[in-house]
């Protein structure tokens, strides 16, 4: 079996279609499936760390990327999976020509898509119709955070609900692999005056982050701030966590599965609805999108997310009800069955 993933990354698009791409192909390889990536050269792309996961990367340079001439394979192809918001029907008809079966990965619904199985793996209130008139009837419809696509280590160190009111006081402070609006440096201004009332405030960043030499200095400088660049144990640090001020995204899927609620700030417009119903069901407090939160806004949540036991305890315990780490296997299952 031949898979094909269809995924960018840069500064600008950020890490996450590609990180949950790699989750998927990581599953897939178990089962001898040969795995391939189509990516363009964007400035901060991770090209390379696809690479030395052992996948071959057909590379797309990026002014050429929606060129329909890429489409085309010698070889059968059995899946392409497409995790794109910049293509749409047309692309995905035209390439389905050369492939077998054309899966979509898609957090908008904002635009029409020709596949045999859809995956949005967000919350939203009217989840289940989401997508009626997007694709055919004949498409299989895997919506909600049932089926989150999230890394081993999440499935492998999920412990239930366990936030306690007596644990130290651990923070995380974490805005993706890139942080393109420096959302981290301005939350970190904004605890300068106040990191002292946690027991220590961890800061992640991604390498490809443009602005971490000034990440370096402030936390260099103010003895509760711990930073930590492009982890491999994201899941034991939220463990290790009672809350985080984060960004939206595939994040948040990656924090209920470990129980673990937030203050959150979007820094992309498609986190935005996601981050509301998340607000709106109690698992998070939303403050707002980069640019319109004030200081004393994350300050004063900040403050009353440490001070609210009852709010963490109750939070917790509803993240890890709708997220237990095993989205993948259900994937896996139908793209097998499909």
Known sequence: MRVLFRADSSLIIGTGHVMRCLVLADELKKHNVHITFMCSDGEGNINEFINAKGYEIILINNKDQFDNSHCFFEEKVDWLIVDHYSLDESWERYASLYVEKVMVIDDLANRKHFCD???????YIDLKGRYNNLVSKDCVKLLGPKYSLLREEFRFNRLGPI???????????????????????????????????ANTIIIVVG???????????????????????????????MAESYFAICSGGTITWERYCMGLP????????????????????SFD?????????EKKEIQN????????????LASSSKCVDIVDGLGVTRVLKCLFAV
């Not at 402070?173 to 420096?182: C, K």
């Open 163 to 197: 936030k306690s009111a007596n644990e130290s006081k651990q923070v995380l402070v974490t805005f993706g692999g890139t942080d393109p609006t420096n959302e981290t440096m301005y939350v970190l201004n904004s605890l300068l005056e106040f990191a002292h009332l």
């Open 285 to 293: 407090k939303y403050l707002g999108h980069s640019g319109s939160v």
């Open 301 to 312: 949540a900040y403050i009353d997310a440490l001070l609210n036991d009852e709010w963490i």
């Open 117 to 123: 199985l859809l995956l949005d793996q967000n919350l």
């Open 207 to 237: 390498k490809n982050n443009p602005y971490i030499r000034e990440i370096k200095d402030i936390c260099s400088h103010t003895p509760n701030f711990k930073l930590h660049v492009q982890v491999s144990n994201m899941a034991q640090i």
């Open 262 to 281: 937030a203050l959150v700030i979007t820094n992309a417009s498609n986190q935005v609805e996601i981050a509301k119903t998340a607000h709106y069901y």
